[in-house]
Structures are given as C-alpha cells and as structure tokens.
C-alpha cells in the first residue's frame, strides 16, 4: 500500500480519557489518517464466568453489578430473568414494575453519562457532562434510598426485588420525573443542531443498517443506523407491553445520530416511569426462592435492552445450586465488532468521536 | 424448561436445514437444533440467507464445556419475522476442539469466536485474526475448560508478567 508519509504505530491508552476506562487502541498511522487499528482488551478481565461457576445463583448477582458498573440495575435485571426461567420461578405484578422503573432510571443515568462523554470527545470539555450529572446524581440518590448503594446496586433477586422502596422515595421520584423533561430539553437546546457538534459527528462512524445487523449491533448502535429493534417491544418482558412509548431510529447512521437516538430514549424513559407508577399495583415484592436454587438440568437464555444493547445472560444447570456455565453477552464488547470498518481511513480525532459514540464500559468488556 | 417467547423449535428448523444442507441435521429437541460440526458454516449461511427463516443477526455464541465435549451454541435473530434459533455444534474432541468459523456469514463472531478460542480453547478454522484477546499469547492453558483448576506450577499468583521474559515486544 502507498502510504504518504511513513506509517507509524500510535498507542492510546490504556490510561487515556478518550478510552473510558482501561482499554487499548493500537493505532497505525499515516499522517493523520488510521491505516489500521486494533483494540487491546483484558485488562479488567476478572473472570467472573469462571467464578460464577462455583457460587450459588443468588451469589451470582453482584457480578453483574460489576460487569457493566454504569447499568449494574439492567445487569441485575437481565441475570434474574434468565435465572427465574431456567428454574421457572414466577415474579410479582409488584416486583416486575418495579423492575421497570429501575431499570429505566438506569437507562437514564447511563445514557446521560454516554451522551456527557461522547460530547467531551467531541470537544465540549466537561461541561454538559457535568450537567448531566445532575439528573444521574439524583438517579443514584433514589438508588441509594432504596437499596443503599449508588453503582453497585445488587437489588433484584430471583423471583423479585430485595426491598420496598421506602416512603420518602415516592416523592422524590415523582419530583424527578416532573422535572426531567424539562431537564431533557435544556440539554437539547444546548446539543442539537450545535454547530460544533454537527460538524465532529455528522458523518463520522458511519455504519449502514445491513453492517449493523451482520455485526451483531445492538441498542442505539443498531437504531442509530435506522432499524427499529428494541427488545422491549421485540420479546417484551417485566410487562413492557403494557407501556406507551416509541422506538427512536437514526437515519445515517453515524455518531451523531447515536446521540441523538439517546437523548430521546431519555424522554421515552421518563414516559415509561411515569406510566409505571401511576399504575404500580401493590401486592409483594419478592416471591420466596431458596437461597440454594437447584433447578432441573437444562439451560436458559435470557435478554434485556440494556443501555448498550442486548444484554444477554446465557445459563446452564447441571442441577447443582450453582450454574454449570454462566455467559454474558456483552453488548460492549460486541458492539466494538464493526470498529475496524469505523476508524480505518477516518482521521484520528474523528475515530475518538466514533469509539465514544460505541459508548463502551470496559467493565462489561472484559468480565 | 420452557423456550424464549419467541423461539423457534429446534425440530420446526430441522426440516428446511435437512432439505438445503444434507446430513448436517443430528438432533432436534424443541429447544435447539444440533447440527455437525464441520457442516455449521454450511448451516448458518443457509440459515442467513433463507427468506422464511431470515436468521440476520449472530446475537450470541459462547461453549459450554461438558467435561468431554464443547457444545459451541449459536443464537441467531430474525429482526424481520421477530423469531430466535438455537443452533449447537457439538465437538468431541477435548484436547484441540475445532470446528468451522462463522465469521464469513457474520462479522458479529469475530470477537465472540475469538473469546471463545481464549477462554475455551475451542479453535474456529477461517477466522482471520484467531488470537488471546483478554489473555496474552502465551497463557498457560484455557481458564474455562472445566479441568482448568489451577495456572500450571504457577499456583498461587501468575508468573512474570508476560512481556518480561520471552523477550517479546510489547506491541
């Protein structure tokens, strides 16, 4: 290959802040433009398939705290049902619409800080980040109120949630969910259609939906590129059916549109909390499980739309009380597939537009 | 154990595979669809390419080791017709399983297929860039094996790190 100047090798990270976490790129370059890339990944591997393996299934929960430590509750969620599946346990109405608003929450919290990132690539140093903290800060506190810890929430268990929300969160949530579109659309006047944001992602990362869908996208990568796939209308579960709201799409399918198919998951979010509260039935919260759950031989596969995508738990029982095989499908990780086809040819600023448009977390990356 | 909402059974999907790739059928329960190995590259671009069964996206693939065989498991997605397909392969060999990639139908397995080599061992012949991805070249062994209990004459801790010895740059 012609080269114009003489190609060389650049690295970034795995410390670097464009890289989110411990998570390498080996670069080559010509001049500014990528000839080739690589990702180096591991370093946050902590095995936890393997661990996994030798602990009960309620043992189990926390690692999916920690796999994906920015939507620890979608982790949480997506674990439960394949376990509840597998062993055919049967959840509360009450438990799974409290399901749906914390994972909802989640998905706030953690598009908030996807699309807070992605314009602090973009050159909008930290400052609509920080705004943003301010609805995911409040997320945490009703975390906090509920389940007492803020990322590493453990709060689902199989057949249920682990506590009622206490009395002083009913406010709370209803004053967010009052004030969050509102919020939204401060952060929309500032961001969309801002000329300098138009001019780093319009155009950048592009992925057509045929690539999209061979590469194994998902979440708003997928719908970034224009096709309408959503597992929560796709195979509803927790009772998503029952809720109003809509599949936003992109139409280029480039970074921007990625942000912006974020920003308006927010406001559907907000939609669905809204609607499951209102309709919060009482009732228990948990069903009672053993603690030492035997199920019957046989295997599970569960999913859900997490923030990053098909969040998938894939579990095998032996009929032993802990899991003979424990898998993640990690949407980080796979939605990483097509990174070749975005960063070679781009120039090098453009490529730290588009991995941050991936929104990866390396937590979830590596296991 | 009952299927996802929307799964298909594995004996519905048996038919038209039987039909378009002979012999590759082994085995179908009304949860998934075992295929032969060598025959699974065959399987999963009929299954790709057929208009009713629509099988676009590799949603996922790992191996579970059963102590004397890998079952390589494929879950495939129609987004179109809003159906799932489970597709096993089951390998026989423990020492140096191998069985065709699928990355020519799907580029969404070249990292699967590449974590699967790293963790299990399971070699996947025409993937293009087969290597460790979160361990290094070189690591003894394949962590999720189930005979994999201890790092070998390393126990506890791991041996120096990797690049300090071999003499291997690191890259």
Redesign the interface.
């Given at each position: 290959m012609t080269t114009a100047t003489e190609p060389y090798v650049l690295n970034i990270g795995p410390q670097h802040p464009s890289t989110h976490g411990v998570f390498r790129l080996?670069v080559v370059m010509d001049g500014e433009r990528i000839q080739d890339v690589e990702m180096?990944?591991?370093y946050l591997?902590r095995?936890m398939?393997?661990l996994a393996e030798e602990r009960t299934y309620t043992q189990n929960i926390p690692f999916t705290d920690r796999a994906d430590y920015l939507a620890a509750m979608s982790g949480n969620l997506g674990y439960c049902l394949a376990v509840e599946?597998?062993a055919?346990v049967e959840v509360p109405e009450r438990a799974s619409c409290l399901r749906v608003i914390f994972a909802e929450l989640q998905r706030i919290a953690s598009h908030s800080m996807a699309n807070g990132t992605f314009v602090n690539d973009a050159g909008a140093w930290q400052t609509p980040l920080m705004y943003m903290f301010r609805e995911r800060e409040r997320i945490l506190d009703l975390f906090e109120m509920t389940c007492g810890a803020r990322l590493t929430t453990n709060y689902m268990r199989i057949g249920g949630v682990a506590f009622d929300p206490p009395d002083e969160f009913y406010p709370a949530i209803e004053s967010l969910v009052d004030e969050l579109p509102e919020r939204i659309e401060e952060y929309a006047e500032l961001l969309v259609d801002n000329e300098i944001l138009l001019a780093r992602g319009r155009g950048v990362g592009v992925i057509s939906a045929e690539?999209a869908?061979?590469?194994?996208?998902a979440g708003p990568m997928l719908r970034g590129s224009g096709?309408p796939?959503d597992l929560r209308k796709?195979?509803p579960y927790c009772g998503y059916d029952r809720f109003d709201f809509e599949i936003p799409v992109g139409r280029q399918g480039d970074a921007y549109d990625r942000f912006l198919v974020r920003l308006e998951e927010v406001r559907q979010s907000t939609k669905i909390i809204r609607q499951a509260l209102d309709g919060l039935p009482s009732g228990p919260h948990k069903t009672q499980t053993p603690l030492a759950l035997r199920p019957?031989p046989?295997?599970?596969?569960?999913?859900v739309e997490g923030p990053r995508g098909?969040l998938?738990f894939?579990v095998?029982s032996d009929g032993g009380s802990a899991p003979?095989?424990f898998?993640i499908?990690a949407p980080s990780?796979?939605n990483?597939?097509?990174l070749r086809e975005m960063a070679i040819g781009a120039s090098l600023p453009d490529a730290i537009v588009a991995l941050g448009s991936v929104d990866i977390v390396v937590g979830e990356i590596?296991r | 154990m009952p299927a996802g909402p929307r799964q298909l059974s594995g004996e519905a999907v048996a038919a038209p595979i039987a039909a378009a790739v002979p012999d590759a059928i082994l085995r179908a329960t009304d949860e998934w669809v075992e295929v032969r190995p060598e025959r699974v590259a065959d399987v999963l671009r009929f299954l790709h390419d057929d208009a009713d069964l629509d099988a676009r996206q590799l949603s996922n693939l790992c191996a579970v080791d059963r102590h004397d065989r890998f079952e390589v498991v494929y879950h495939l997605q129609s987004l179109d017709r809003n159906h799932q397909i489970v597709v096993k392969a089951i390998v026989g060999e423990h020492e140096e399983p191998a069985l065709p990639s699928a990355t020519g139908v799907y580029k969404g397995a070249l990292l699967q297929e590449r974590e699967v080599y790293d963790l299990m061992g399971v070699r996947f012949e025409g993937h293009p860039d087969l290597r460790r991805m979160f361990l290094w070249e070189g690591y003894p062994g394949f962590p999720l094996r189930k005979d994999f209990l201890q790092i070998p004459e390393h126990h506890p801790g791991l041996p120096k790190f990797p690049f300090e010895e071999s003499g291997v740059q690191a890259r």
């Open positions: 080996r180096v990944v591991g591997h095995s398939e393997k599946r597998l055919g690539d869908i061979n590469g194994s996208l096709v796939w796709a195979e019957d046989g295997e599970a596969y569960a999913r098909e998938g894939y095998v003979f095989r898998h499908r990780l796979i990483l597939s097509l590596d | -």
